[in-house]
């Protein structure tokens, strides 16, 4: 077997393996071929000293150095998108329910914020009405009443608006922590 056929077969093993650093093994074991090449050995020969493609496999897994995800693979790459088209069905619906759940997260975590917010916007809103409305009726009471009305819904207003920032800044620090938990769950290695 020559170096390139050798090289090519060791990276589709290491691949199927799921190592993680092919590119550094492969290197490795290129330089060691033409080692033993300057050495005075044939092309052949230097492959068969650095050893069978299954015995080098066996030691980068015993190295234990990475983490390794047997791939399944059918050997054909058309029969592997039918699978994945035919799969689609099941997976599509699994992954949508995932990202809705999530987006259900979110906005679960949002509504209090949100709806203390709209309470607060309710109560200047009617606050200002009630003060510019105020000079156009006509008997005293009215204004006053109106006036009085009018700075309870504004002072109920400006509280609520102070809350709404308190729990947004509380929801945004748990939402950043939801959002790395979740980060976190992808990038965590498979053993």
């Known amino acids: 077997m020559n170096k390139a056929t050798f090289i090519s077969r060791l990276d589709n093993k290491l691949k199927l393996m799921g190592v993680t650093d092919v590119e550094t ?4 074991y290129d330089e060691m071929i033409e ?10 020969e230097a492959v068969s000293l650095v050893g069978s493609i299954e015995s080098i496999a066996q030691t980068i897994l015993a190295e234990g150095e990475d983490d390794f995800v047997a791939l399944p693979t059918t050997g054909n790459k058309s029969l592997n998108y039918l699978l994945l088209v035919l799969g689609a069905p099941l997976w599509g619906v699994i992954l949508l329910t995932v990202i809705l759940f999530v987006f259900s997260a979110y ?6 914020p949100i709806v ?5 916007f309710a109560g200047l809103a009617i606050g200002v009405v009630s003060f510019i409305g105020a000079p156009f009726n006509s008997d005293l009471f009215y ?5 009085g009305v009018g700075l ?3 002072g109920l207003g400006l509280l609520l608006l102070v809350l709404t920032i308190s729990i947004a800044s509380r ?3 748990l939402t950043r922590g939801f959002t790395h938990k979740l980060i976190n769950l992808f990038k965590e290695k498979v053993v």
């Open 152 to 154: 309870v819904f504004l």
């Open 35 to 44: 080692d033993y090449q300057e050495d005075g050995h044939s092309e052949t």
């Open 116 to 120: 203390v917010g709209s309470f607060s």
């Open 143 to 147: 204004i006053v009443a109106q006036v």
């Open 25 to 28: 093994y492969l290197m490795y």
């Open 171 to 173: 929801v945004t620090t």
């Open 107 to 112: 906005l679960l975590m949002w509504c209090l």
